[in-house]
């Protein structure tokens, strides 16, 4: 139908790389708990792994197989899954993963994001809000907007308000602030080997 909108980031691949390549990414994410890749690829790996979440709250022999057919390695991630990340998100009704937009990571300054889970150990939301609260002086109160944002990191985290003081203690002590990001990546060949290759 000409003018219909789509349904998925076709990502310039085919069906069968499209699939390979969202598994990967999801399979990675929850390992690592965080991942930074092109926005619109963290895009497609979100509503992935918002369905695997859901599955596991359902928590049935179907699910577990159908957990088994998405991961990479599903004996090391699938009793992750049912385990410590379904505890996590009991209480949660949905949104379990965040996707932030962060600078370009290559030098073909593509669309760069980070795709976390929320309230996991790697929440960069969570660190902000922390580092934002480390810099007010002790005494000044806090506008609508760090409270706002206060609430929303802690609201269901476990001992939230407890691990927030906790790591803006931490950052206050410490002298560098920044949240670690990973490093620029290389997409294009060094000129010194361009102008060595030789074609015949």
Do not use: C
């Not at 810099?135 to 907007?145: G, L, S």
């Amino acid at each position: 139908m000409a003018g219909a909108k789509f349904k998925y980031r076709h990502l310039s691949r085919s069906s069968s790389h499209r699939q390979a390549l969202l598994r990967n990414l999801v399979t990675s994410l929850f390992k690592h708990e965080s991942i930074s890749t092109t926005w619109h690829k963290a895009k497609e790996a979100q509503r992935m792994a918002e369905k695997l979440v859901t599955l596991a709250k359902k928590n049935t022999e179907a699910t577990r197989r159908r957990a088994h057919q998405i991961f990479f390695s599903p004996h090391e991630m699938v009793p992750k899954l049912f385990g410590p990340i379904r505890e996590r998100y009991l209480t949660r009704p949905g949104g379990y993963t965040r996707v932030l937009r962060i600078e370009p990571l290559k030098e073909d300054q593509a669309e760069s994001a980070v795709l976390e889970l929320i309230d996991g150990p790697k929440d960069l939301r969570f660190a902000m809000t922390a580092k934002t609260l480390a810099r007010f002086p002790e005494t000044k109160k806090m506008n609508e907007i760090t409270a706002k944002n206060v609430h929303k990191v802690t609201r269901y985290r476990e001992d939230g308000m407890t691990s927030l003081r906790s790591m803006v203690t931490h950052m206050r002590k410490q002298k560098n602030w920044d949240v670690a990001l990973p490093a620029p990546e290389k997409v294009y060949q060094e000129e010194k080997s361009r102008r060595e290759m030789h074609y015949p």
